[in-house]
């Protein structure tokens, strides 16, 4: 069994077994598990590490938690959700550069790619951020 902190980030296809993109003898070298999402908390504490603000890390995430919730995986293309290395580039940004703490509609915006969403999750999204008072 895997400890709890160790993660593996890979992409593949969407293909759903192995097989439609290995070889079936490099097939069977790999065991698949399903990736357990981060908690809030050990979110919370990579984003703080930016250097960003206790209160922007919780709009942050209370936007990414509504967002997530909202947009399923079957609804929403890969390229679409907010992960956490999405995240962690405006954190730190804000960080980085203060100014940007009003522009986080904006930054929120652009990592999701609101102006390429179909009609209906442009809507979604637009009350996701006003929910969380974005």
């Known amino acids: ?57 919780r709009t942050l995430l209370a936007f990414a938690d509504r967002y997530r919730a909202r947009m399923t995986a079957d609804a929403v293309q890969k390229n679409r959700r907010l992960g956490t290395r999405a995240l962690l580039r405006i954190a730190r940004r804000v960080a980085q550069f203060p100014a940007d703490v009003d522009n986080i509609h904006a930054l929120l915006a652009r990592a999701v790619l609101a102006e390429f969403l179909p009609a209906t999750e442009a809507m979604n999204l637009q009350t996701v951020l006003e929910e969380t008072g974005v």
């Open 1 to 57: 069994m895997a400890h709890p902190s160790f993660r593996i980030i890979s992409t593949a296809s969407k293909s759903l077994p192995l097989k439609d993109w290995l070889g079936d003898e490099h097939a069977n070298m790999f065991f698949t598990l399903p990736s357990q999402p981060m908690s809030s908390a050990e979110e919370a504490h990579l984003l703080l590490q930016t250097g960003c603000t206790a209160p922007v890390v």
